[in-house]
């Protein structure tokens, strides 16, 4: 098993940053990747950005250029820089992290953009 936290959510102004991050636990080596998706109330969670252990990314069409993902895999943690917000990010933000055979969420972390 493999435990996500977030932490960094809050509420920033359009055109400002946020800096996102969740922290692995338990069975770590088993994770391949890990990831950020997102949701609004109504809408089907997508995902916004994820990151292979060996570092290769990808990234939704509507962040690219504005948001970077990182990992530190020593730490087992993930982070996702999000610059030049808009109002339209706003969001609950959930970690992902995925092994050969099974996929693991955090409880998100609310991202309050206002405009």
């Known amino acids: 098993q493999v435990q996500l936290v977030e932490s960094g959510g809050g509420l920033v102004q359009a055109g400002g940053s946020l800096r996102l991050s969740c922290a692995a636990s338990?069975?770590?080596?088993?994770?391949?990747?890990m990831g950020w998706y997102r949701q609004d109330p109504g809408k089907q969670r997508e995902l916004v950005a994820r990151?292979?252990?060996?570092?290769?990314?990808t990234y939704a069409d509507s962040v690219k250029g504005r948001f970077t993902i990182s990992r530190d895999n020593a730490k087992n943690t993930v982070y996702l820089q999000m610059n030049s917000l808009k109002y339209e990010d706003t969001a609950v933000y959930y970690c992902?992290?995925?092994?050969?055979?099974?996929?693991?969420w955090g409880k998100g972390t609310l991202v309050t953009v206002s405009s």
């Open positions: 992902n992290a995925y092994s050969a055979y099974m996929g693991y």
């Open positions: 338990g069975s770590t080596s088993s994770i391949n990747g």
């Open positions: 990151i292979t252990r060996g570092g290769s990314t």
